[in-house]
């Protein structure tokens, strides 16, 4: 048979009962998952079918389920009857003998994959299922054990329509409401529309009146402006006969005031050559003037000058030698010389240095900025997996100062692997929720952090305080030599760096200085690997392997997985180069402060030396100049009195030029004389030109004024010829829009063509209606928007509502039949109920006693009661099971949250053995109920279940279980069947107890 993949326990099994009355005799199953043929022989009292995990022991359910007409879905494991057939095989079978004092009853299931149909045979003879259902069920058996409801009265149903009408018929009742109210709106829309061209043709009628009038305003308005314009335009033509005769004669004048005008420019120029004549010669008389004046004051500044160097040269004659003192300068100037250079020559080093010790400090921030930069990135991740860790990260670093002992933020940030790609070993090997954890040193501390962060902030954080004796160096149990033939390499501690607490958590809690990690030699070798000593838990290249002793018979099992990759610890930041960097900087920046102090020392060394030596060239130019002074002052004398003697030589005779500038200025002006004469003489025509062009301008302002006068005339003319076209044009177009109107109001309206006016019905209508364009238009508009609010709605749902009250009417009729009847149905209720419920509660105390007494044999303390809410709900009647297993706790009701899953297992086990005198049925199925039980209570429950089990009046009992404890109490009504599988078992058919029996007896003779 194919069980689902998930449940590797079921095997084909074929069992025989044939002890007991109305006991499951045999079952056989063929075509299963991985037998093709099994017979199982239990015992007549408490079966113990023992075996492995995966052997087949819980295929007995299954086997009893399928072959006693019960539901898949009681199994759990399939919801199709094909799935329970082995793969490849098209059908399976399972048959079950129960014992009956008459003979045995037979029954036979052969289930069919392909249509998931099931064919029966009883006694050797086809059936049905219900047939077989019917026979289990006169045996006394509930393989499902099914609850009955009681179904709910008509009365009830009928009650409830009658609500459900009248709920939907009130909310229907609002439909009808909002559908008149929607009509409403329809029917002022419709006669809205209606009125909308009659007030359309009444404004357009209107604007057609107001046109008209306004045109034959136009019209005078036009006539009377063309008569004003006539006498001016006589008037204009009068002077246009004067002008002409005068422009005529000023045409002739202006030819010859032409050429006299280039007569008189040509005149206009040689007076201005000679205006500009005489300033030249007024201009050379005044350079010489100047000239002299300049030579007389240099003269007496030379002669200044003569007496002001002879009498230095006089003070300069008493002065004695000055060369030692020369001599006594130069020397202290190469001294200061040779100290300024020997100055530089340091301060070239120290700026050599300084510049060294910079580019220093650049590489080792670049690298700690680097570190920093990838701190951040470890920072990020974790923010992107606990924001409430960051969160808390950034408090402790800016109240780190409260605490008295190290503090270390999570371990993900100050774990540095030292080699990126190991990072998915550590990973691996520490649960994330410590990777996250803060570590510290002191228990106060974490308390007081916890309190601040968790309590006080809502931050979910994880916190672990290391071993007061620190565990970071403790040994492995071998030396990694020893491991090395294997391809392991390094313990997991050596392949990161961390804070010594950090390192001592992780030693003590995960043991990472006894986990060897190894290389793709470790897994080929893993079956070697895994029989060595104090190994654990070990790393291959790729995957994990967990190593477990078994307590029972010693032997080690082992689970791998692969390794995940890293996500955390990649980036790998060395806090131990962090903290070299750091002193390394602050020790270079120290440096260069020191040799900027030294620079600085000599700096101001070098300006002292400047200044001295700057005084002492002074000191030496002045000296220097003193010794030459002498021969410079004769040698000045001696130039000074030759520049004297050529300055008094070269004089100018000015009254001598005064009289020559004056005779060439007069025969200057004689010539301009004649010129003036000539250009008066050509100046009369122009004033004649003048007379003309003065009375010329008085005619034409006057034409001017009466040409303005007229044009603003002839602009309002045509203005008004404008206004006249466009008024006719516009009274055409109303004239058809009014037509228009007319013709589309009599069709809205239905009326007769001929008719003009509008009928009486709708003048009524109309009358409480708004009368402007403006009005219709917005209360159009309100109508619309209100009338679109009503959606969903249709003459149906008031056919409906009507139809619905009818209904109602009825209902209520016959309700009130039907509520008489139900109170004598109600009294009949509460008769059945005292004839049930009394015995029901009498049967559940009886198994509460047998519960409290399995309980007080281990000590502890249970009880079973009736329960339920509300007692007219029958269907929520069930029992309540409470339990205790301290003394120090109440007693608290059996769920998942209370009791361990051994406490339920215990629970449950007991609750089962308190039915087993009571109910009586042929047999009981219990499948590995003890594995949550730690070895005490799996102890005592076992006794219990063999005194209780092994009586002569109990039922056939199969206890399924993969393990026993060793040195039980065995009784001899006990049948023990070991479940054994493997690849080289012996098919059923083949088995032979006598020859296994002897091959046994031989070995141990041997």
Same mark, same amino acid.
């Given at each position: 048979?194919?069980?689902?993949?998930?449940?590797?326990?079921?095997?084909?099994?074929?069992?025989?009962?044939?002890?007991?009355?109305?006991?499951?005799?045999?079952?056989?199953?063929?075509?299963?998952?991985?037998?093709?043929?099994?017979?199982?022989?239990?015992?007549?009292?408490?079966? @113990?079918?023992?075996?492995?995990?995966?052997?087949?022991?819980?295929?007995?359910?299954?086997? &009893?389920?399928?072959?006693?007409?019960?539901?898949?879905?009681?199994?759990?494991?399939?919801?199709?009857?094909?799935?329970?057939?082995?793969?490849?095989?098209?059908?399976?079978?399972?048959?079950?003998?129960?014992?009956? *004092?008459?003979? %045995?009853?037979? &029954?036979?299931?052969?289930?069919?994959?392909?249509?998931?149909?099931?064919?029966?045979?009883?006694?050797?003879?086809?059936?049905?299922?219900?047939?077989?259902?019917?026979?289990?069920?006169?045996?006394?058996?509930?393989?499902?054990?099914?609850?009955?409801?009681?179904?709910?009265?008509?009365?009830?149903?009928?009650?409830?329509?009658?609500?459900?009408?009248?709920?939907?018929?009130?909310?229907?009742?609002?439909?009808?409401?909002?559908?008149?109210?929607?009509?409403?709106?329809?029917?002022?829309?419709?006669?809205?529309?209606?009125?909308?061209?009659?007030?359309?043709?009444?404004?357009?009628?209107?604007?057609?009146?107001?046109? !008209?009038?306004?045109?034959?305003?136009?019209?005078?308005?036009?006539?009377?402006?063309?008569?004003?314009?006539?006498? @001016?335009?006589?008037?204009?033509?009068?002077?246009?006969?004067?002008?002409?005769?005068?422009?005529?004669?000023?045409?002739?004048?202006?030819?010859?005031?032409?050429?006299?005008?280039?007569?008189?420019?040509?005149?206009?120029?040689?007076?201005?050559?000679?205006?500009?004549?005489?300033?030249?010669?007024?201009?050379?008389?005044?350079?010489?003037?100047?000239?002299?004046?300049?030579?007389?004051?240099?003269?007496?500044?030379?002669?200044?000058?003569?007496?002001?160097?002879?009498?230095?040269?006089?003070?300069?004659?008493?002065?004695?030698?000055?060369?030692?003192?020369? %001599?006594?300068?130069?020397?202290?100037?190469?001294?200061?010389?040779?100290?300024?250079?020997?100055?530089?020559?340091?301060?070239?080093? @120290?700026?050599?240095?300084?510049?060294?010790?910079?580019?220093?400090?650049?590489?080792?921030?670049?690298?700690?900025?680097?570190?920093?930069?990838?701190?951040?990135?470890?920072?990020?991740?974790?923010?992107?997996?606990? !924001?409430?860790?960051?969160?808390?990260?950034?408090?402790?670093?800016?109240?780190?100062?409260?605490?008295?002992?190290?503090?270390?933020?999570?371990?993900?940030?100050? &774990?540095?692997?030292?080699?990126?790609?190991?990072?998915?070993?550590?990973?691996?090997?520490?649960?994330?929720?410590?990777?996250?954890?803060?570590?510290?040193?002191?228990?106060?501390?974490? =308390?007081?952090?916890?309190? =601040?962060?968790?309590?006080?902030?809502?931050?979910?954080?994880?916190?672990?305080?290391?071993?007061?004796?620190?565990?970071?160096?403790?040994?492995?149990?071998?030396?990694?030599?020893?491991?090395?033939?294997?391809?392991?390499?390094?313990?997991?501690?050596?392949?990161?760096?961390?804070?010594?607490?950090? @390192?001592?958590?992780?030693?003590?809690?995960?043991?990472?200085?006894?986990?060897?990690?190894?290389?793709?030699?470790?897994?080929?070798?893993?079956?070697?690997?895994?029989?060595?000593?104090?190994?654990?838990?070990?790393?291959?290249?790729?995957?994990?392997?967990?190593?477990?002793?078994?307590?029972?018979?010693?032997?080690?099992?082992?689970?791998?997985?692969?390794?995940?990759?890293?996500?955390?610890?990649?980036?790998?930041?060395?806090?131990?180069?962090?903290?070299?960097?750091?002193?390394?900087?602050?020790?270079?920046?120290?440096?260069?402060?020191?040799?900027?102090?030294?620079?600085?020392?000599?700096?101001?060394?070098?300006?002292?030396?400047?200044?001295?030596?700057?005084?002492?060239? *002074?000191?030496?130019?002045?000296?220097?100049?003193?010794?030459?002074?002498?021969?410079?002052?004769?040698?000045?004398?001696?130039?000074?009195?030759?520049?004297?003697?050529?300055?008094?030589?070269?004089?100018?005779?000015?009254?001598?030029?005064?009289?020559? #500038?004056?005779?060439?200025?007069?025969?200057?002006?004689?010539?301009?004389?004649?010129?003036?004469?000539?250009?008066?003489?050509?100046?009369?025509?122009?004033?004649?030109?003048?007379?003309?062009?003065?009375?010329?301008?008085?005619?034409?302002?006057?034409?001017?004024?009466?040409?303005?006068?007229?044009?603003?005339?002839?602009?309002?003319?045509?203005?008004?010829?404008?206004?006249?076209?466009?008024?006719?044009?516009?009274?055409?177009?109303?004239?058809?829009?009014?037509?228009?109107?007319?013709?589309?109001?009599?069709?809205?309206?239905?009326?007769?063509?001929?008719?003009?006016?509008?009928?009486?019905?709708?003048? #009524?209508?109309?009358?409480?209606?708004?009368?402007?364009?403006?009005? &219709?238009?917005?209360?159009?508009?309100?109508?619309?928007?209100?009338?679109?609010?009503?959606?969903?709605?249709?003459?149906?749902?008031?056919?409906?509502?009507?139809?619905?009250?009818?209904?109602?009417?009825?209902?209520?009729?016959?309700?009130?039949?039907?509520?008489?009847?139900?109170?004598?149905?109600?009294?009949?209720?509460?008769?059945?109920?005292?004839?049930?419920?009394?015995?029901?509660?009498?049967?559940?105390?009886?198994?509460?006693?047998?519960?409290?007494?399995?309980?007080?044999?281990?000590?502890?303390?249970?009880?079973?009661?009736?329960?339920?809410?509300? =007692?007219?709900?029958?269907?929520?009647?069930?029992?309540?099971?409470?339990?205790?297993?301290?003394?120090?706790?109440?007693?608290?009701?059996?769920?998942?949250?209370?009791?361990?899953?051994?406490?339920?297992?215990?629970?449950?086990?007991?609750?089962?053995?308190?039915?087993?005198?009571?109910?009586?049925?042929?047999?009981?199925?219990?499948?590995?109920?003890?594995?949550?039980?730690?070895?005490?209570?799996?102890?005592?429950?076992?006794?219990?279940?063999?005194?209780? *089990?092994?009586?002569?009046?109990?039922?056939?009992?199969?206890?399924?279980?993969?393990?026993?404890?060793? %040195?039980?109490?065995?009784?001899?009504?006990?049948?023990?069947?070991?479940?054994?599988?493997?690849?080289?078992?012996?098919?059923? %058919?083949?088995?032979?107890?006598?020859?296994?029996?002897?091959?046994?007896?031989?070995?141990?003779?041997?």
């Amino acid at each position: 048979m194919t069980w689902p993949p998930q449940s590797p326990d079921y095997n084909p099994i074929e069992m025989v009962w044939d002890e007991l009355d109305h006991r499951v005799k045999e079952k056989q199953p063929t075509s299963a998952q991985t037998y093709d043929h099994s017979i199982v022989h239990p015992g007549p009292n408490l079966n @113990m079918i023992v075996g492995a995990n995966g052997t087949g022991k819980s295929s007995i359910v299954c086997a &009893i389920c399928l072959g006693l007409a019960g539901k898949t879905a009681i199994l759990g494991r399939g919801d199709k009857v094909g799935l329970y057939v082995k793969r490849g095989c098209n059908k399976g079978s399972v048959e079950i003998v129960l014992h009956k *004092a008459k003979g %045995n009853l037979v &029954i036979n299931r052969e289930i069919h994959v392909e249509n998931n149909q099931s064919t029966w045979l009883l006694n050797g003879k086809h059936s049905s299922q219900k047939t077989v259902e019917e026979e289990v069920k006169a045996l006394q058996i509930q393989v499902s054990n099914l609850c009955q409801f009681l179904p709910q009265n008509v009365c009830k149903e009928k009650a409830s329509a009658l609500e459900k009408f009248k709920q939907r018929n009130e909310r229907n009742k609002h439909d009808v409401e909002r559908y008149y109210e929607k009509k409403r709106h329809l029917d002022n829309i419709k006669m809205l529309e209606k009125k909308k061209p009659w007030v359309e043709y009444e404004t357009a009628r209107k604007e057609l009146e107001g046109v !008209k009038k306004s045109r034959e305003d136009a019209k005078k308005q036009l006539k009377t402006v063309r008569e004003s314009q006539a006498p @001016m335009l006589k008037k204009i033509q009068h002077i246009d006969s004067q002008l002409r005769p005068i422009e005529n004669q000023m045409k002739d004048k202006t030819v010859s005031i032409r050429e006299a005008s280039q007569k008189c420019k040509q005149k206009q120029d040689q007076l201005d050559r000679k205006h500009r004549e005489i300033e030249d010669i007024k201009q050379a008389f005044s350079l010489k003037q100047t000239e002299a004046a300049d030579r007389q004051k240099r003269i007496s500044n030379t002669r200044r000058m003569i007496d002001d160097l002879r009498a230095e040269l006089a003070n300069v004659g008493d002065q004695s030698d000055v060369t030692p003192r020369i %001599n006594a300068v130069n020397a202290e100037l190469r001294r200061i010389q040779e100290e300024k250079a020997k100055m530089e020559g340091e301060k070239a080093d @120290m700026r050599r240095e300084k510049d060294n010790l910079n580019g220093e400090c650049r590489l080792l921030k670049n690298r700690l900025r680097s570190l920093d930069d990838m701190m951040k990135i470890k920072e990020e991740k974790l923010r992107g997996r606990s !924001k409430d860790t960051y969160a808390a990260v950034q408090w402790l670093r800016q109240n780190k100062h409260i605490f008295s002992g190290n503090v270390y933020e999570p371990m993900m940030l100050v &774990i540095s692997v030292r080699n990126p790609n190991h990072a998915k070993y550590v990973e691996n090997h520490i649960p994330f929720n410590d990777l996250r954890a803060f570590v510290f040193q002191k228990r106060e501390d974490m =308390e007081k952090f916890m309190m =601040e962060v968790r309590d006080s902030q809502n931050l979910r954080v994880n916190s672990v305080f290391a071993p007061e004796e620190s565990c970071a160096t403790r040994a492995p149990s071998r030396p990694i030599e020893s491991l090395k033939r294997f391809g392991f390499f390094a313990y997991l501690r050596e392949l990161f760096d961390a804070p010594e607490e950090v @390192m001592s958590y992780l030693c003590n809690q995960y043991k990472v200085h006894d986990v060897p990690v190894g290389t793709d030699q470790t897994k080929a070798m893993i079956k070697t690997v895994i029989e060595e000593p104090y190994l654990k838990v070990l790393y291959t290249a790729e995957e994990k392997y967990s190593l477990k002793k078994s307590f029972y018979s010693g032997k080690t099992s082992t689970s791998n997985s692969a390794v995940r990759p890293s996500q955390y610890l990649t980036m790998a930041v060395d806090a131990e180069e962090k903290c070299q960097l750091e002193e390394q900087i602050r020790t270079a920046e120290k440096s260069m402060q020191a040799i900027d102090v030294q620079m600085s020392a000599m700096q101001e060394r070098t300006a002292k030396l400047d200044h001295c030596d700057n005084e002492l060239r *002074a000191q030496k130019k002045g000296l220097s100049e003193m010794k030459g002074k002498k021969r410079q002052l004769e040698q000045k004398i001696s130039t000074k009195q030759d520049s004297l003697r050529q300055m008094e030589q070269g004089g100018i005779d000015l009254q001598k030029a005064e009289e020559e #500038t004056k005779a060439q200025i007069s025969a200057v002006n004689s010539q301009k004389v004649a010129i003036v004469a000539e250009f008066m003489a050509h100046m009369k025509l122009s004033m004649e030109k003048v007379y003309m062009a003065l009375e010329t301008v008085g005619m034409t302002a006057e034409k001017t004024k009466l040409e303005t006068d007229c044009r603003e005339g002839s602009a309002e003319l045509r203005i008004l010829e404008q206004a006249c076209a466009m008024l006719e044009q516009r009274k055409a177009r109303l004239l058809e829009m009014c037509k228009g109107l007319m013709r589309r109001a009599r069709e809205i309206c239905n009326m007769d063509p001929g008719e003009s006016a509008v009928p009486p019905d709708l003048h #009524t209508a109309f009358s409480q209606l708004p009368d402007t364009m403006d009005e &219709i238009d917005a209360m159009l508009n309100e109508e619309r928007s209100r009338a679109e609010c009503f959606t969903g709605l249709s003459e149906n749902v008031v056919d409906e509502y009507n139809r619905r009250e009818q209904e109602i009417k009825n209902l209520e009729k016959e309700l009130d039949e039907k509520s008489n009847a139900l109170k004598t149905y109600r009294q009949n209720i509460s008769e059945a109920k005292e004839r049930w419920l009394n015995p029901l509660k009498q049967l559940v105390e009886q198994i509460n006693d047998k519960f409290s007494d399995f309980f007080r044999s281990m000590q502890c303390a249970g009880e079973v009661d009736l329960h339920s809410e509300n =007692e007219e709900e029958y269907d929520k009647y069930g029992i309540r099971i409470r339990v205790k297993f301290r003394s120090s706790t109440q007693l608290h009701e059996l769920t998942a949250h209370h009791q361990s899953g051994g406490e339920r297992s215990v629970s449950t086990m007991l609750y089962l053995m308190a039915l087993q005198e009571l109910n009586r049925c042929p047999f009981r199925v219990v499948d590995e109920i003890n594995q949550g039980m730690d070895p005490v209570n799996e102890r005592r429950v076992f006794d219990i279940v063999v005194r209780t *089990a092994c009586k002569e009046t109990t039922s056939q009992y199969f206890f399924i279980t993969p393990k026993l404890l060793q %040195n039980l109490q065995y009784a001899d009504e006990m049948t023990v069947l070991c479940v054994h599988n493997g690849p080289h078992m012996l098919p059923p %058919n083949k088995w032979d107890e006598k020859a296994f029996t002897r091959r046994c007896l031989r070995r141990k003779g041997k």
